[in-house]
């Protein structure tokens, strides 16, 4: 089992930055692809950010791309998204999830289903 626990949100004014982290514990997630989600009041959990075990490739939500990056240090088993420009459109709670599947489609790499341990999830607000 792996528990996520994600920090670093909080009120921030438009254009301003944030950078969540995202703690893992219970095994090392060296080898799991990470993801950030989010959801704000009323919609559907959204595909933020995806890094692999390795932190050698990335992909972001086309909203995200140029204002966001996504990293992680395997060894302190922790994930970030560093979050720049902030829009009041961000607004959101920021969930980070694990995908342990030894392989995994790209065409997956957005979809909810595919992770199998999410954290409790971070209170981005922007403010205009």
């Known amino acids: 089992q792996v528990q996520l626990v994600e920090s670093g949100g909080g009120l921030v004014q438009v254009g301003g930055s944030l950078r969540l982290s995202c703690a893992a514990s219970?095994?090392?997630?060296?080898?799991?692809?990470m993801g950030w989600f989010r959801q704000a009041p009323g919609k559907e959990r959204e595909f933020v950010a995806r890094?692999?075990?390795?932190?050698?490739?990335?992909d972001y939500t086309d909203s995200v791309k140029g204002r966001f990056t996504i990293s992680r240090d395997n060894a302190k088993n922790t994930v970030y998204l560093q979050m720049n420009s902030l829009k009041p459109e961000d607004t959101a709670v920021y969930y980070c999830a694990a995908d342990s599947s030894m392989y995994t489609s790209g065409r997956y790499y957005s979809k909810p289903l595919t992770y199998d341990y999410w954290g409790q999830g971070t209170q981005v607000t922007v403010s205009s």
């Open positions: 219970g095994r090392t997630i060296s080898n799991y692809a």
């Open positions: 890094i692999s075990g390795s932190g050698g490739s990335s």
